[in-house]
Nanobody, 129 residues
Framework: QLQLVESGGGLVQPGGSLRLSCATSAFSLDYYAIGWFRQAPGKEREGVSCISTDKAGRTIYADSMKGRFTISRDNAKKMVYLQMNGLRPEDTGAYYC?????????????????????WGQGTQVTVFS
């Protein structure tokens, strides 16, 4: 059973940066689409960024994250990262790493939580003034 463990959340001021990490137990990340999702209190879980299993791991971002967030993976370390720059108070929430085998994600509208079946426990990001 694939396991995911997130880390790297914390408190940061607006404009600051954080790098979230997702440690996986995958034999090979090439078989999995990986997504980062977030959930603010009282709101639905939303897609932040995804890496697809096709096209050498194309990356997908929600519009509000483009240019600020970068998703990446290290196949050798079996790690997935989310570099977050220019953080805003509205980026506050619990951030989750998720995985799904053999999943193609070709657009932000396909980077949705209902398409992913394996989840980590989440890490909290708080952006405060």
């Amino acid at each position: 059973q694939l396991q995911l463990v997130e880390s790297g959340g914390g408190l940061v001021q607006p404009g600051g940066s954080l790098r979230l990490s997702c440690a996986t137990s995958a034999f090979s990340l090439d078989y999995y689409a990986i997504g980062w999702f977030r959930q603010a209190p009282g709101k639905e879980r939303e897609g932040v960024s995804c890496i697809s299993t096709d096209k050498a791991g194309r990356t997908i971002y929600a519009d509000s994250m483009k240019g600020r967030f970068t998703i990446s993976r290290d196949n050798a370390k079996k790690m997935v990262y989310l570099q977050m720059n220019g953080l805003r108070p509205e980026d506050t929430g619990a951030y989750y790493c998720a995985a799904q085998s053999k999943l193609v994600v070709s657009s932000a509208t396909q980077c949705t939580s209902n398409r992913f079946g394996v989840w980590g426990q989440g890490t909290q990001v708080t952006v405060f003034s």
